[in-house]
């Protein structure tokens, strides 16, 4: 935590959250809203990257599938406010965040903090009105299919979660959110999604998960933080957990997307830290599947992980670094380190360059910073690596990139420093090839 002390950190957070840039989500109440794929046409025929965003792409003829997951920032204050500007192509941050997609082009991006709302007009009126839309000469970004779906955030609990003495607002809601389905996401593919595989993970109980890292009051010796009526409502995930199965030729890649909790934001119980280890922690069992897989069951009832073999890529912003920052010690290791899973650790120049100008916390951090895919205040946490795309081991990995120019190249308009023109966090891509291994 370099020379900033645990106190000064929860305080320069807080003070971060008033402003409203770096907030967790959470859940909204489930209503049977259908997950939505969107018929299209045919596949899109696509060039080399317009962009190059990585050093191994450089001059490369660009092969395989780019799976993308961008932290997009596009939430808003109130319910409708981003299908209000969205419905006008000349939001000024909503034109940033298509360029950079535009410039990557991946086939497959998951976007997080992407207010949700049940008619999924705001992620029609994005692809639409500004991905489909040529931005500062870039070709547009063309997805026939979208998914998206309710979140937890916002919704309220009906309990006193936070444990302030009152119910009631964001904190005692299922998932962070001061209205239902802030800070939710939506995938964007260029390849169709298999409607009917979908799973979706919005229901599950945090106590249904064998040995959870459930807080403990840290006053009351034994007690729980949370009662036992509360525990049987609490859920998991602070936004969703996602299984959207994307079909390429005769083949399908579960795309696997999620939004875990900030660890921070909380007291010494540390729920926030515990609930993002245990959010992490459930993708992990997924892909590992049988009996380790067994208890996790999705909103339709259905238990179990994936089947053995499958082809998966892991998307979102898991809100931990494996070196910085609050979470708990292996949160994201759990995934890095799985033998299922291969990390071809992203980097970037510019991602190195802001750690060295920005100074404060980040001189004081282990990572490296080239891997950095935040740019998060430099008196609190520092730039962390947060945001990742886990293949699994059954796909080859052809190259990677974190979308972050250095400062005076092409592009470094787009990221900027805070107040951010698009957002704190960066988009991160792999491409992999289904073929060959
Ligand atoms: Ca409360
Ligand atoms: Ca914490
Ligand atoms: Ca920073």
Do not use: C
């Amino acid at each position: 935590m370099g020379r900033f002390g645990t106190w000064t950190v929860a305080f320069v957070a807080a003070a971060v959250l008033a402003a409203g840039s770096f907030v967790p989500a959470q859940a909204a109440p489930v209503q049977a809203v259908p997950a939505q794929a969107v018929p299209g046409q045919a596949v899109p025929v696509r060039g080399p990257a317009a962009l190059v965003i990585a050093p191994e792409d450089q001059g490369a003829d660009r092969k395989g599938i780019r799976f993308a997951t961008y932290n997009a920032s596009l939430n808003r204050a109130n319910p409708g406010d981003l299908i209000r500007d969205l419905a006008d192509p000349s939001d000024a941050q909503a034109k940033a965040v298509a360029q950079v997609v535009q410039a990557a082009q991946p086939d497959v991006l998951l976007l997080n903090e992407f207010d949700y709302d049940a008619r999924h007009e705001a992620a029609e009126l994005f692809r639409t009105n500004y991905l489909g839309v040529s931005q500062q000469g870039q070709a547009p970004a063309d997805y026939p299919y979208i998914y998206t779906a309710p979140s937890n955030t916002g919704v309220p609990s009906g309990f006193d979660l936070n444990n302030d003495g009152s119910v009631g607002g964001p904190e005692d809601s299922y998932g962070y959110g001061t209205f239902e389905g802030q800070y939710g996401m939506v995938v964007y593919s260029k390849y169709p999604i298999d409607e009917a595989g979908v799973r979706t993970f919005q229901n599950f109980r945090w106590s249904d998960m064998p040995d959870a890292r459930l807080p403990v009051d840290p006053v009351v010796r034994d007690a729980g933080w949370f009662s036992a009526d509360e525990l049987a409502t609490v859920r998991l995930s602070s936004k969703s957990h996602w299984d959207v199965p994307v079909t390429v030729g005769s083949r399908t890649v579960h795309v696997l997307v999620s939004h875990p909790t900030p660890p921070t934001f909380d007291g010494t119980e540390d729920r926030n830290g515990k609930r993002n280890f245990d959010e992490i922690r459930l993708w992990a069992d997924y892909i590992q599947g049988g009996e380790t897989a067994r208890y996790i069951y999705d909103d339709d009832g259905r238990f179990g992980g994936l089947g053995r073999g499958e082809r998966f890529v892991i998307l979102g912003d898991q809100n931990s670094d494996p070196r910085d920052g609050d979470s708990l010690r292996g949160s994201i290791d759990q995934l890095l380190e799985s033998r299922l899973v291969q990390d071809p650790a992203p980097s970037a120049d510019g991602a190195a360059e802001a750690s060295a100008l920005q100074g404060a916390a980040n001189a004081g951090h282990r990572g490296d910073p080239r891997h950095d895919t935040a740019d998060f205040e430099d008196q609190g946490v520092g730039n962390l690596r947060v945001d990742y795309v886990l293949p699994s081991r059954t796909l080859k990995v052809l190259g990677s990139g974190i979308y972050w120019p250095k400062v005076g190249t092409p592009g470094s308009e787009l990221t900027g420093i805070f107040p951010f023109p698009t957002s704190d966090h960066r988009l991160v891509s792999v491409d992999v090839s289904l073929r060959n291994q």
